[in-house]
């Protein structure tokens, strides 16, 4: 599986945007780049994916290299509810035999009040 | 909608004993996968199934064991517990058509 490589730790200011890198040097055409989080004692939440154009939903934004070897997930206006480890994941096409995820240690986020 | 639903929530076993998890993904939802999170670490596969059939099997010994049933219910089966079994056992249930995959808030299995 294609690596991704995270800060281990971030701090953002509540209200302000945050911005959370992943390098993916190793990418292939055919990976999509996903993005997860983990509240503190609750399972990992889908956040966003895309392939190769800039992705937004009522979550986030995902914006991706033109060379698609690094990605930066954005949330715009951070909350304390946004606490969490944020996990980037490169999955390949989903064909019921492929839903593996493989998560890395992730960014913890902390936001300061 | 109900969302992904693990039992037991918590729970305590010694060494040697077998366990069994169980999973009830979103309705409509036909892919479950299990994954293991040991504290202070990324969740790791375990198995994946598909219309009842293992289309995806992670670096576990052959002492974790998992099925699918007919109403897409799973089961997680951990035989001869080690104390390095204790984590938060995650079933993830999926759609298919989007690849997103929906999480429970998991099993909190201890060993002793």
């Known amino acids: 599986d294609a690596k991704t490589t995270q800060p281990n730790s971030m701090e953002s200011n509540e209200e302000e945007p945050v911005h959370l890198p992943c390098n993916h040097s190793?990418?292939?055409?055919?990976?999509?780049i996903h993005w997860y989080r983990q509240l503190p004692s609750q399972g990992p939440e889908y956040v966003i994916h895309?392939?190769?154009s800039n992705v937004n939903n009522r979550m986030a934004s995902l914006a991706i290299a033109e060379d698609r070897k690094s990605s930066t997930l954005i949330l715009h206006r951070a909350t304390l509810r946004d606490a969490a480890v944020y996990y980037c994941i490169l999955k390949g096409i989903s064909n019921f035999g492929n839903e593996k995820l493989t998560f890395g240690t992730g960014t913890r986020l902390t936001i300061i009040p | 909608d109900a969302g992904v639903t693990q039992s037991p929530t918590h729970l305590i076993k010694t060494r040697g004993q077998h366990v069994t998890l169980r999973c009830s993904p979103i309705s409509g939802h036909k892919s479950v996968s299990w994954y293991q999170q040991v504290l202070g670490q990324g969740p790791q596969f375990i198995f994946q199934y598909y219309e009842k059939e293992e289309r995806g099997r992670g670096n576990f010994p052959d002492r974790f064991s998992a099925r699918q049933f007919p109403n897409y219910s799973s089961e997680l089966n951990v035989n001869a517990l080690l104390l390095g079994d204790s984590a938060l056992y995650l079933c993830?249930?999926?759609?298919?058509?989007?690849?997103?995959?929906?999480f429970g808030e998991g099993s909190r299995l201890t060993v002793l």
């Open positions: 895309g392939l190769t």
């Open positions: 190793t990418i292939s055409g055919t990976d999509y």
């Open positions: 993830a249930s999926s759609d298919t058509n989007t690849g997103e995959l929906f």
